[in-house]
């Protein structure tokens, strides 16, 4: 037997976690949004309501690269 735990991956997947040393709990979206609350069944009424109340955290935009062109033929 194994110590692995498998984890669940896809579009209806989610977690409630509990915050180390308080009394929060984490609610994570299988879209990557979080939450935090004392009450359990606010995080599920939270996490069942998607997309509603709640929206995947924002992408952080790169500027993309320049591409700079080497002239020559001087």
């Not at 984490?26 to 309501?49: I, K, Q, Y």
């Amino acid at each position: 037997m194994t110590d692995r735990v498998a984890m669940l991956h896809g579009d209806t997947v989610f977690r409630i976690h509990w915050v180390l040393n308080t009394d929060l709990l984490l609610g994570v979206c299988h879209c990557g949004a979080e939450h935090e609350s004392e009450d359990p069944v606010e995080l599920w009424d939270w996490l069942l309501a998607h997309p509603e109340g709640h929206e995947p955290p924002a992408a952080v935009d790169t500027p993309s690269p320049v591409l700079a062109t080497v002239g020559g033929g001087r």
